[in-house]
């Protein structure tokens, strides 16, 4: 069974950074594609960024270029580097990997609130 631990969620201000990482208890090159989602209040859960196999990150519109994600297949760890935050970009962030075979497995979440 894969387990996906998120961390590195919290409260910031506009304009500011989080980092969030994703340990995966299996080898993250194992794997067809690794993702970040997120779900705000009352809205369904988007995907923000995906890295497949190959290492080449797709980002969502709304993200793309304050965002940054990148993998240490040493460290089995995904980490996506949020930056130029706004409230907007509240919501749970959830950590997805996806198997050869198209499973699914996801993270618990983790919190970003952006607020002044």
């Known amino acids: 069974q894969v387990q996906l631990v998120e961390s590195g969620g919290g409260l910031v201000q506009p304009g500011g950074s989080l980092r969030l990482s994703c340990v995966a208890s299996?080898?993250?090159?194992?794997?067809?594609?690794m993702s970040w989602y997120r779900q705000a209040p009352g809205k369904q859960r988007e995907p923000v960024a995906t890295?497949?196999?190959?290492?080449?990150?797709d980002y969502a519109d709304s993200v793309k270029g304050r965002f940054i994600l990148s993998r240490d297949d040493d460290r089995n760890t995904l980490t996506l580097q949020m930056n130029s935050l706004k409230p907007e970009d509240t919501g749970v962030y959830y950590c997805?990997?996806?198997?050869?075979?198209?499973?699914?497995?996801w993270g618990q979440g983790t919190q970003v609130t952006v607020s002044s």
């Open positions: 299996g080898s993250i090159p194992s794997f067809y594609s």
């Open positions: 890295i497949t196999k190959d290492g080449i990150p």
């Open positions: 997805r990997a996806r198997s050869m075979m198209n499973w699914d497995y």
